[in-house]
């Protein structure tokens, strides 16, 4: 699930956060980096799971509607559809996925409140009282729970719910949410459907802990590669997160031979532009591109397959 880019960030507030708490370790650094990855993997189990049982709220008003002593009309008609269709039913009754949802404790972090309150403010809109009257399809059950899972993770409450349950909500949130539309365009869903968005550990290993490992252990031979093309620049006045984010790129491009040339700059730009000064952006493509010409020039940039230099 967790994208290159995502690491890159992982591993660069890592990296800062060495630089700030002398009292951390690099083993300490790297357990809060796993710790990181776990807990984008529980964003997305609690989003899947708050969604299922929003839906899943609809039965309960239905059993409150059928025990009305004198019920209307509508309440003789309601159906508790958006709970009862094959989609949100593969997901609840997935032993697999309860358990683990309970193993990892995300039912705990979930409150009961705010299912009821997002399933009955969702129950106002217009594209709710539709479905309900549409022909059944499992086209139409995607289309309500993508409408439902948009209109509360757009909200201001919700996000402040997140920032303040996972830390990671800010940095992995875009992911999460194309993660969560994704599973809901593949449903109904079969056991073990989660682990395609479990973070892989070619991602978060094989590049996220060696690209760590060697930025923090080779900082002082990173440092003197990139001090020459800072030019009018003293290294002393460099921002932390630039240069860390430029020690970043130079490991990359030396060590990373499948990673494209053209992808680490535009990554490490790109990074700058949510997590560094307004000029940083500027000084990291500046500096990136004097590096590049210079490495290819001595030799230390190979890469692996047609086009990844260039």
């Known amino acids: 699930m967790l994208s290159r880019r995502n690491v890159r960030v992982k591993v660069m507030q890592g990296l800062y956060t060495l630089t700030r708490d002398e009292g951390l370790s690099y083993a300490d650094a790297i357990k809060r980096y796993r710790q990181s990855v776990d807990a984008a993997f529980d964003l997305y ?12 709220y609809a039965r309960t008003v239905a059993e409150k509607k059928a025990a009305k002593l004198v019920p209307t009309a509508e309440d003789k008609a309601f ?13 609840l009754k997935s032993d697999d996925f309860r358990r683990l949802t309970r193993m990892r404790h995300i039912d705990n972090r979930i409150d009961k409140d705010q299912v009821r309150r997002y399933y009955m403010e969702f129950a106002k809109t217009d594209d709710y009282k539709e479905y309900l009257l549409a022909p059944d399809s499992n086209q139409a059950d995607k289309e309500i729970l993508l409408k439902l899972y948009r ?64 930025v923090y252990f080779e900082s002082k031979e990173l440092l003197e590669i990139i001090e020459p093309t800072l030019k009018n620049w003293d290294v002393d006045r460099v921002a932390i997160i630039d240069m860390i984010s ?65």
């Open 79 to 91: 159906r508790a559809k958006i709970a009862e269709n094959d989609l949100v039913r593969s997901v």
């Open 151 to 214: 209109f509360w993770v757009s909200e201001e409450s919700f996000n402040e719910l997140m920032e303040e349950q996972f830390a990671v909500w800010l940095d992995d949130k875009s992911i999460v949410v194309g993660s969560i539309k994704k599973t809901l365009k593949t449903m109904p869903v079969d056991d073990g459907f989660y682990e395609a968005y479990r973070p892989s550990k070619e991602t978060v290993t094989d590049f996220g802990e060696v690209l760590f490992h060697k």
């Open 246 to 310: 430029l020690k970043m790129a130079v490991c990359e491009l030396t060590h990373f031979t499948s990673i494209p040339t053209k992808v680490t700059l535009n990554e490490f730009v790109e990074i700058s532009k949510l997590y560094s000064t307004d000029k940083s952006k500027d000084f990291i493509n500046g500096v990136l591109d004097r590096l590049m010409k210079e490495l290819q020039k001595t030799g230390k940039i190979a890469k692996e397959g047609r086009g990844l230099i260039d």
């Open 45 to 56: 189990l609690y989003n899947l799971l708050l969604l299922m049982q929003i839906a899943d």
